[in-house]
């Protein structure tokens, strides 16, 4: 089936500084990915939508400056947190639908857990 | 705007059943039904699409009532791996924009 690979799974930073996130569709290609930010014993929040050869759009609230997303090639997206704080410590994931026509939903990536010291 | 999941948290024993409801205050397009284990990623189980009927696999299934904006997940016969945290995710509007907004979940537990 469809995979999704997310880089690094977990991440330790000092405040302050920038962190990468990759996500990867393995064996399909997406135009479009998702990203998510989810807190402990919360439900996911959408941040933003990785268009490939476009900007990214962003949900409500969501910083642009601060979460910046390239998604460049068809099969590749990144989400920088730029100048973390320990508020933006949390579980990212990514996610790409392999049939945006069909019935196959969204696969995940396995996630990032960032923690910002 | 979100939708509601009901009931918050479930403890089954093995073999019981429960039912997952979800509810949105805006028309559907389609309503996605996950299950997160914990730390890890959530994993797509089954999608409804509008206009589509009830859909299941081995003891999971689902339905979808558009007319009041309701979808149910139902898990039979439950075994301990059907432990976790289950996400309905919406997509409002007309098409398949792929913005799933997710309820806030409901916690399964399946014990011996």
């Known amino acids: 089936g469809a995979v999704v690979s997310q880089h690094p799974s977990r991440v330790i930073c000092k405040s302050g500084t920038s962190v990468k996130i990759e996500c990867r569709s393995l064996d399909f290609q997406a135009t479009t990915m998702f990203w998510y930010r989810q807190f402990p014993k919360q439900s996911l929040m959408l941040m933003a939508t990785s268009n490939e050869g476009s900007k990214a759009t962003y949900e409500q609230g969501v910083e642009k400056d601060k979460f910046l997303i390239n998604h460049a090639s068809l099969t590749l997206s990144t989400l920088t947190v730029t100048s973390a704080h320990p508020e933006d410590s949390s579980f990212y994931i990514c996610?790409?639908?392999?049939?945006?026509?069909?019935?196959?939903?969204?696969?995940f990536g396995s996630g990032t857990r960032l923690t910002v010291v | 705007q979100q939708p509601v999941q009901s009931p918050q948290a479930v403890i089954l024993r093995e073999g019981e059943d429960a039912v997952i409801n979800c509810s949105s205050s805006?028309?559907?397009?389609?309503v996605h039904w996950y299950r997160q284990k914990h730390g890890e990623a959530p994993v797509f189980l089954m999608i409804l699409l509008k206009g589509g009927e009830q859909k299941g696999h081995d003891k999971i299934s689902a339905s979808f009532n558009e007319k009041k904006q309701q979808s149910s997940l139902y898990l039979t016969a439950s075994q301990l791996s059907y432990s976790g945290t289950y996400f309905c995710g919406t997509e409002r509007g007309s098409g398949n924009t792929g913005k799933l907004i997710f309820g806030q979940g409901t916690t399964l537990q399946v014990k011996p």
């Open positions: 996610s790409a639908n392999l049939a945006p026509d069909g019935n196959y939903g969204y696969t």
């Open positions: 805006k028309a559907l397009y389609s």
